[in-house]
């Protein structure tokens, strides 16, 4: 799979991804052969590009969660769009807490691990992508910590308006994503902050959901001097889906950082993320599933062949180049092998035979 931009797509080339429009409707099929008026439509839509397949490649695995997740993204970014251009103008977000109650509907009740598909950004929708994404990983989060309805909402909601501030900036400095030197972050506080006065109660927006808004950006701009206890929970919670988010998106300047790679990230740093949210993360999100391939410190490839509930950086892993086995909940084992990251692929989504793996595992 490779993404194409817009300019650079042919007669024929294969999608590899589904093309939905702002209301949920399927407009192109994954393995549609793009024609000349659907090229045209492509660029009429907006797209920087689409992920093609390459001649000789099958349609990568998608389950039907799998599609319906990317089907809601699509749509709550075109929703997301209109209630902060909506805020920004001065005008009441009419349909934001609906949006807000359908990600807590669909992501903040489920008893069950998804596959969380990241979306390819420009800086023109970088916003709406992130706070959409950030908005789910926080519904999932809070489903494992068993928030109430009422604190899933105002968590959902502060996670839908924290970054409201960054449609303000000038283009030079959105152009950088998060990578901002000492003077873009003077410009970016000052904006969050014009951001944040944006979120008034005469246009809706609640008392709570602003403390959130204006927690996280104390901690994430340089004011971090807030007392331990004075964090809220759903403060934490923003921290840690706002940055997984950051790290593991997809833009066209730069690679994204894998999900486990994120994951190693927050477990390290257990001084600045919360151990039992980045915990719920972990329960809430597919990482090393059976089928991911990874790499190990003796840089031999391999293939996650069964998750380990209870260490997620210690499944059973099958080598490529040895057919070795190697379990590493096994103490003596983990301190000679390590997972450095899994291998780099433009789509996570490996086609494996569960019931094969399972026949090979009790065997062992």
Do not use: W
Request: hydrophobic letters at 40%; charged letters at 25%.
């Amino acid at each position: 799979m490779i993404f194409v931009k817009s300019e650079d797509l042919k007669y024929g080339m294969r999608l590899a991804k589904p093309i939905y429009n702002k209301t949920g409707v399927l407009l192109y099929e994954r393995n549609t052969r793009l024609t000349l008026q659907g090229i045209e439509s492509v660029k009429n839509f907006g797209l920087l590009g689409l992920y093609i397949l390459e001649p000789a490649e099958p349609v990568p695995p998608m389950s039907e969660e799998d599609l319906d997740f990317e089907r809601f993204q699509t749509m709550a970014v075109f929703s997301i769009r209109e209630e902060l251009d909506n805020i920004i103008a001065g005008r009441e977000p009419i349909n934001l807490k609906r949006l807000a109650n359908a990600i807590i509907t669909n992501y903040g009740r489920l008893d069950h691990k998804i596959t969380f598909t990241q979306n390819l950004r420009s800086t023109t929708d970088y916003v709406y992508k992130h706070v959409i994404n950030t908005a789910i990983l926080c519904a999932l989060i809070s489903a494992q910590v068993y928030y109430t309805p009422t604190e899933q909402e105002e968590l959902v909601l502060a996670a839908l308006l924290h970054d409201i501030g960054k449609l303000l900036l000038p283009n030079k400095v959105r152009e950088k994503y998060d990578d901002y030197d000492t003077n873009d972050l003077i410009i970016v506080k000052k904006i969050q902050n014009d951001g944040l006065g944006l979120l008034r109660p005469e246009i809706g927006i609640d008392s709570g959901v602003r403390r959130i808004v204006a927690q996280i950006h104390r901690m994430e701009y340089g004011n971090s001097n807030l007392e331990q206890g004075k964090i809220l929970k759903s403060t934490k919670i923003l921290k840690v889906a706002n940055l997984f988010d950051t790290m593991t998106c997809m833009k066209i300047s730069e690679e994204a950082i894998s999900e486990i790679a994120a994951i190693k990230y927050l477990l390290l740093n257990k001084d600045e993320f919360d151990e039992e949210i980045v915990g719920a993360l972990i329960k809430s999100i597919n990482i090393l599933t059976p089928g991911v391939c990874i790499e190990l410190t003796n840089r031999e490839k391999g293939l996650v062949i069964s998750e380990n509930p209870q260490n997620i950086l210690r499944p059973v892993v099958l080598g490529f180049s040895t057919n070795k086995i190697y379990d590493l909940s096994n103490n003596g084992v983990y301190r000679r092998y390590q997972i450095v990251d899994i291998m780099k692929t433009m789509d996570n989504r490996i086609k494996v035979d569960r019931e094969r793996l399972e026949e090979y595992m009790n065997k062992r």
